[in-house]
């Protein structure tokens, strides 16, 4: 086979400054339904940039997670400012990036590569979404006794983000406890061994508590129902969503029909958005904008 002669990573970032368009994207598995290319590509637009974002779906392609290294290289070698990474990616690629940023680190896992000066940095911007959509939609909700039901990728993020918020305490509930134990063990080191807990039961954990987030995946189109007893739920509880699709999961339905204050799944989801736009591009999105546009599509 004949040799290829492939740039190296700085004689590509040079040429990709003198471009005047974004070109991003996201890798993973069954991402076709994802919102990513619609929020980025309007809010680009609004500003007068030009930004396309692609999907690079693993099964579609033939490939798997084994590819990712290939697919980075790809990626920069063909100009791209950066990607997004979703599962089964984003505890994967961290050993595939010269770089992580703090909050990366804590959590152990990124959702946003940037390509600059022929490095890969890792972010994350799961927890800044959260964080985000929370401060929005649930100003002076009491942060005393928090309580998480899952602890998987989206629920690391949240957590930390709730604790990077101040809360004095959160209970993690998992139906798979040693991923419970897991979180709880990572942000002891972290935030101190206070201010978060493991517990057997959502009802265990409600007692005392003023706010319930949902951090697993029950509620969405693909896993209907509740993730927990809704007789537990209680008019002076906050309830918090991840679950985004659909934004009107059962969970919230049931709170709200009690009076309790909700936020859903859409922010967090928004924010994370805007968050990666503005390390991809470098301009501060509209987030206002971008929230509305989410909530039209
Ligand atoms: P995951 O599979 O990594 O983790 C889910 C966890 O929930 C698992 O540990 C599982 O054991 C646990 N679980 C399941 N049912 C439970 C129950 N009834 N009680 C307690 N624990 C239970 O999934 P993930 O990647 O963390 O995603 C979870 C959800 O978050 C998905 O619906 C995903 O779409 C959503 N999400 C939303 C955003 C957003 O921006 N809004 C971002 C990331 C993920």
Redesign the pocket.
């Known amino acids: 086979m004949a040799h290829m002669n492939v740039p190296n990573r700085d004689e590509k970032t040079q040429s990709m400054s003198l471009a005047n368009s974004v070109l991003v994207g996201l890798i993973g598995e069954g991402i076709g339904p994802s919102r990513s290319p619609f929020m980025h590509e309007t809010e680009a637009a609004a500003l007068g940039i030009k930004l396309i974002y692609r999907l690079i779906d693993l099964p579609v392609l033939g490939l798997d997670v084994s590819s990712l290294e290939v697919l980075l290289h790809a990626a920069e070698l063909m100009g791209f400012s950066g990607v997004n990474v979703?599962?089964p990616c984003k505890q994967a690629v961290i050993p595939l990036l010269d770089g992580l940023s703090d909050e990366a680190r804590a959590l152990g896992a990124v959702n946003t590569v940037l390509f600059r000066e022929g490095k890969r940095m890792g972010h994350n911007t799961?927890w800044f979404?959260?964080a985000e959509a929370f401060r929005l939609r649930m100003p002076g909700a009491s942060l005393e006794r928090v309580v998480q039901?899952?602890?998987?990728?989206?629920?690391?993020?949240v957590a930390y983000a709730i604790l990077k918020m101040g809360a004095k305490h959160i209970v993690i509930?998992?139906?798979?406890p040693q991923?419970?134990d897991d979180v709880v063990q990572k942000f002891s080191a972290l935030f101190g061994a206070d201010r978060i807990s493991g517990a057997a039961s959502?009802a265990e954990a409600l007692i005392g508590a003023t706010g319930l987030i949902n951090?697993?995946?029950?509620?969405?189109a693909a896993?209907p129902g509740l993730?927990?007893d809704s007789a537990l739920l209680r008019p002076d509880l906050w309830v918090a969503e991840?679950?985004?699709?659909p934004l009107e999961t059962a969970l919230l339905k049931a709170a709200r029909e009690i009076g309790c204050r909700t936020v859903d799944?859409?922010?967090?989801?928004v924010f994370?958005a805007a968050e990666a736009f503005r390390l991809f591009t470098g301009i501060v999105p509209d987030a206002a904008r971008m929230l509305a546009n989410f909530a039209a599509e």
């Open positions: 979703t599962h799961d979404g959260f039901l899952g602890a998987g990728g989206a629920g690391a993020a509930v998992d139906v798979d991923r419970a959502a951090a697993t995946p029950i509620g969405m896993h993730p927990l991840v679950v985004y699709f799944g859409g922010g967090m989801a994370q």
